[in-house]
């Protein structure tokens, strides 16, 4: 089981690093986007390019839990400590996955449902644009604190790939 789970572990440090890089791509070239083009072009592109970080995210934090998190607590005896790198490996991908949930299936669709009341209305007017201008940006900041924080617990735990990946090898070698 340890040579099989230094490879998954291995597999889930590269979907994690792959989705981290993505994101920090994503983070660092969207700007451009709205110096060359219109703010709606430019959204619309941004909002394209959020649905598939959404979706590499959830194969990321996904894939990294069922490599090795879940194999780590299947094998977990009762008698183990309360506390163990192990435990907030899988509390920190868990809380990766709770934030991918809230980004794709509650964040994404109220966004995308206010743009399109935006976009659809003939011309709209007074307090029905201001109500619907402030959603668009309330979940809009909430969009972007959830991936920075996304962004956040990739790093985290890829470097707790590393300690997971020395207790592995001192538990074989002990």
């Known amino acids: 089981m340890d040579a099989r789970q230094m490879v998954w572990d291995r597999i889930s440090f590269i979907l994690l690093a792959l989705w981290l890089g993505m994101s ?60 163990t790198s192990s435990k907030l490996w899988n509390f920190a991908i868990l809380t990766a996955l709770i934030f991918c949930f809230g980004s794709s299936f509650i964040l994404t669709p109220k966004l995308n449902s206010t743009l399109a009341a935006l976009t659809t209305l003939p011309t709209p007017t007074g307090s029905i644009l201001v109500e ?19 962004m956040v617990l990739a790093v985290a735990l890829l470097w707790g790939l590393t300690r997971l990946q020395k207790d592995l090898a001192s538990s074989k070698g002990g």
């Open 24 to 83: 920090l791509g994503f983070a660092t070239t969207s700007p451009l986007l709205f110096d060359y083009l219109s703010r709606v072009t430019a959204g619309g592109i941004a909002g394209k390019m959020v649905e598939r970080l959404d979706l590499v995210a959830w194969i990321a934090f996904g894939g990294g839990w069922l490599l090795s998190a879940l194999p780590r607590w299947l094998q977990q005896s009762p008698n183990s400590l309360p506390v």
């Open 132 to 150: 619907l201008t402030e959603s668009r940006d309330q979940a809009h900041r909430f969009s972007v604190q959830f991936f920075i924080i996304r």
